[in-house]
């Protein structure tokens, strides 16, 4: 971000509910923007590009980060967070993240392996403090910044091989969808 309590972060994307890492879909094949439906107006701003990125996964396409690439969002922080526009954006944010649920909750069932590795990422994170360093641009193990770690982590689509896999590679934290996973027919229903 450019400005907002992100400016000092590398980057951000958040892990959904159904741990799909959130992806700004800067670069994304008009035949799969199609193919997916588009983006969902219901969602608008907040929540236009975690609904997108869902779909575009879910439907048998892998996502990925670029590392070399980036967008820069000039969002629209109110610089007082007691103001009422800060409280009508967090506000909206509530109504897309609870939105997103209701579409694709149904889709977080299982996840074993998943869970362990957020277990497990959230003992190690309290066990050095890890949150301090979080937004830190510095490589910690293996290359990778922290939040490449959260991202790996706590994501139910993302290979802890990731590291390795895409060590020579200009893109990393490969979001895939196994077909098990995949619903057998995707079909996202408006919402009301």
Avoid at 159 to 188: A, M, N, W
């Amino acid at each position: 971000d450019k400005q907002g309590p992100f400016v000092s972060a590398p980057y951000i994307g958040g892990v959904s509910v159904i741990g799909v890492l959130n992806v700004n879909q800067g670069v994304l094949r008009t035949s799969v923007l199609k193919q997916v439906g588009g983006f969902c107006e219901v969602f608008r701003d907040y929540g236009i590009d975690p609904d997108l990125t869902t779909k575009v996964l879910l439907s048998g396409h892998d996502i990925v980060y670029t590392k070399k690439i980036a967008i820069h969002h000039y969002r629209n922080w109110s610089s007082d967070p007691n103001s009422p526009e800060y409280a009508q954006m967090m506000e909206r944010q509530k109504q897309y993240k609870a939105l997103y649920a209701e579409r694709y909750s149904k889709y977080a069932k299982g996840g074993w392996f998943w869970q362990l590795k957020k277990y497990l990422w959230a003992l190690f994170r309290k066990g050095i403090g890890f949150d301090q360093h979080y937004n830190s641009d510095q490589p910690i193990f293996w290359n990778l910044i922290p939040r490449d770690w959260h991202n790996i982590m706590t994501s139910r689509y993302i290979s802890i091989t990731d590291p390795i896999t895409t060590q020579r590679k200009s893109y990393h934290l490969i979001q895939h969808c196994p077909g098990y996973l995949r619903p057998k027919s995707f079909e996202v229903e408006p919402l009301s």
